[in-house]
């Protein structure tokens, strides 16, 4: 368990302080704040983690879903939700019937109107640049999050917007050029230490992890990524300053590779952790939001003999099901990668069957104590079969039939089907007690990605530099997990792959399937239910109705209807 912080209820108040509607003043101020260093540092926290209630459940959902890693499954309506995730896991997102998670878009915009009000108040003058920078870096990651996933997007800046004006849309090669220079101009003023007290919060190393991750991406920002003609492997101007920026991180000495793969993961991890460069912290008590296991545990792993050597108070979901083509990359022996996946592995990997043992509470590893139902073995499939036939609910007989639901059925046979992600291992204690919230610390940027990206953007036809090459580099990963090393530089696919393998659950693999072309790669369901699967103006997310509801003046992204 981590240590905890507990904060006066003056203080909570202060801090769930936000907005969540798009239509509002951007200039408008908090009404008579107490000019106190707690409710300053209050506001610095509504600000800095503005993100953290969507990254917690509903970013998760959509993200992850929308890639290759996961499809959504229901159970005969169970978790079905108007088919909300299942549009989501098969490239037909609905503004309407996904709703909940695409308005993920309000709470990363209201981190920019909070940023936005609080450098208003602070002002331009040399004595607060210590607070601002770091503000203007945070508005910068937000802005990042919304251009990368819908494309154009307004810059919600209160010094270049008029106030009598609606807010518009910029081009999206705008708003990464935008996000660069403010990047750039504040870099140097944010803080260089690395330790508790900066720890989820924006350093110059933040920024510099963001300026590599804009840089790899040029050429889907600054491009039409939703023509059919965009090219994956065209040159990008950009490539060495990528390098520069991974340099810089890596010539700090600040950050290794030295943390134990699952260890870092699970629920006593933090600032100690000496490859996160920039996280999101979560606690169950203080600082809740985190539940990620509650729809990847299998429907009745909380059962009494379950899934974990500690019976769960609270029900799980276990909709968000990995799809076999995903786990196909967990295949390489001795890998610790492995361990974060509840299925055959490694050698095994050829197996369609996985014994499923109970896992304990403080290890995150599997004991020697059988997973049963209802006296029954639990047993995971790798494929994933939608049910058919007929069933009873209510006293009404339901005919099923594969279709969109992507309905396994409830029934033991069709709650394990697919394998699950323990990647995240949640404390069940505090699962039981604090309403299924996680304490489990969310990575954004690690230093394994500066790693693999430097691999990249050399491979991509960067200049290699410290004397790296990318076969260096791409060892430097598989030492540090234990796998297989290459005796070559690797190529495009490799990377892709190991990609896969490093940051399952941390949001990066729709980001990379687009950048290298691979997204409308057949997988899933996606191919058997929508024929417009591989419509490239998918690589967009559409705005979520309420989004739309609420700006007027802004059009659908292309592909969606109005």
């Given at each position: 368990?981590k240590t905890r912080y507990f904060i006066s209820a003056a203080l909570l108040a202060l801090t769930s302080v936000g907005c969540t509607d798009l239509d509002v003043d951007i200039k408008s101020q908090y009404t008579e704040y107490p000019d106190s260093e707690i409710a300053l540092s209050a506001r610095m926290s509504n600000a800095y983690y503005a993100f953290r209630n969507a990254l917690g459940r509903r970013y998760d959902e959509l993200i992850s ?163 059919a003609s965009w090219s994956p492997t065209a040159n990008n101007e950009k490539i060495n300053d990528c390098i520069a920026a991974c340099d810089r991180v890596i010539e700090s000495g600040l950050f290794d590779l030295t943390d134990d793969y699952k260890t870092k993961f699970m629920y006593t991890n933090g600032s100690h952790i000496k490859d996160f460069i920039y996280a999101m912290p979560f606690d169950a008590v203080t600082a809740q939001g985190m ?272």
């Open positions: 368990m879903c929308n890639s290759d890693e996961y499809t959504a499954v229901s159970f005969d309506t169970d978790y079905l939700n108007g088919r909300d995730m299942s549009n989501i896991s098969l490239h037909m997102v609905n503004a309407d019937a996904s709703n909940s998670q695409l308005a993920v878009y309000n709470d990363i915009q209201a981190g920019i109107v909070n940023c936005n009000q609080l450098l208003m108040d602070l002002g331009d003058g040399e004595d607060q640049i210590s607070l601002t920078a770091p503000l203007r870096a945070v508005r910068a990651f937000y802005t990042f999050l919304l251009m990368d996933n819908w494309g154009d997007t307004p810059i919600i800046d209160y010094k270049i917007l008029d106030s009598n004006s609606a807010i518009e849309r910029s081009p999206r090669a705008e708003v990464a050029k935008w996000i660069e220079t403010e990047l750039l101009a504040v870099r140097d003023n944010c803080p260089s230490e690395v330790s508790e007290s900066t720890y989820g919060t924006p350093t110059c190393w933040m920024v510099d992890a963001l300026l590599a991750k804009l840089y790899i991406n040029w050429n889907v920002y600054t491009q039409d990524v939703t023509s539940t990620y296991a509650r729809f990847r545990t299998w429907r009745r792993g909380q059962n009494n003999n379950g899934f974990y050597n500690i019976e769960m108070t609270n029900s799980v979901g276990g909709n968000m099901v990995l799809t076999p083509e995903f786990v196909k990359l967990f295949c390489l022996p001795g890998d610790r990668r492995n361990d974060v996946i509840a299925g055959n592995t490694g050698a095994n990997i050829t197996k369609e069957t996985f014994d499923v043992y109970q896992y304990d509470n403080a290890t995150g590893m599997p004991t020697s104590v059988r997973n049963t139902y209802d006296g029954n073995n639990v047993t995971f499939t790798k494929s994933i079969k939608l049910a058919t036939g007929t069933y009873v609910k209510d006293g009404v007989t339901y005919t099923r039939t594969p279709d969109a639901d992507l309905n396994c059925g409830a029934t033991l046979e069709g709650w394990t089907q697919g394998y699950r992600s323990i990647k995240f291992f949640p404390d069940i204690n505090d699962y039981n007690v604090y309403s299924r919230n996680q304490d489990n610390d969310v990575p954004i940027f690690r230093y394994a990605d500066i790693i693999l990206m430097k691999c990249e953007a050399i491979v991509r036809g960067g200049s290699a530099t410290l004397g790296d090459t990318p076969q260096s580099l791409f060892n430097q990963i598989r030492t540090y997990v234990h796998a297989p090393e290459l005796n070559h530089d690797p190529d495009l696919q490799e990377i892709l792959d190991e990609r896969g393998r490093e940051f399952l659950d941390e949001h990066w693999r729709r980001n990379d399937l687009i950048r290298f072309g691979d997204f409308e790669r057949d997988w899933g369901f996606k191919n058997d239910f929508n024929k417009d699967a591989a419509n490239p103006q998918y690589r967009l997310l559409p705005l979520a109705r309420d989004v739309l509801n609420a700006n007027t003046n802004w059009k659908q992204n292309p592909g969606y209807g109005e």
